[in-house]
């Protein structure tokens, strides 16, 4: 009978063992002040590309062509310069998207990451760096001849954009414009049917 009890024991100490472990475990995570490794749009941590987590864009990403390539294709070219883990990119990345969606098949929509900017004492005016004035999100526009027609800091919205590419395409100013819309798909589909 004796040896009985001392096998059962033996079986019900590696389990016991195995418990005390995982109820120390458990007592150390809810003792410990653990910081949330979330990210999400109105923090500045890193959870991914901006354009494919925000945007719902991943299309941008790598850019099609270099700036020195658009520049001498005579294209228009916005760059747009980023960090993927800045709140205020973060919540940018849908203008530089919905510039895409309207202006993506006739000019050239470059996305650039600051960090991809290797340091150099000087520039060609051809890269990227040559452009970037040290804040994000930053915008550079540029017409058919190369020549920079807009250059700003911050949250630019899509309407200025927008009408540096209307004044570079020859179109009605917003003003005297209808507004842009762009169909869905059953509107589309609707219309045929009539």
Known sequence: MNTIKWRFLLNFIPNWRRLFSL???LTCLLLTNIQSAFAGIDNDRYDGNIFVV???NGSLIPPKVTLAKALAEHKPTLLAFYVDDSSDCKKYAIVISTVQEYYGQVAEIIPVTVDSILTE?????????????GGVPQVVVFNQSGEVVL???????????DEQFRKLFDL???SESVPLKRRAFNELNSELTR
């Open 23 to 25: 109820f120390l475990l």
């Open 172 to 174: 009605l100013p917003r």
């Open 54 to 56: 925000y945007a719902g």
């Open 121 to 133: 004492k000087t520039y060609n005016s051809t890269e990227p760096g040559y452009y970037y004035s």
């Open 151 to 161: 250059n700003k800091k911050g949250q630019v919205p899509f309407e200025e954009i």
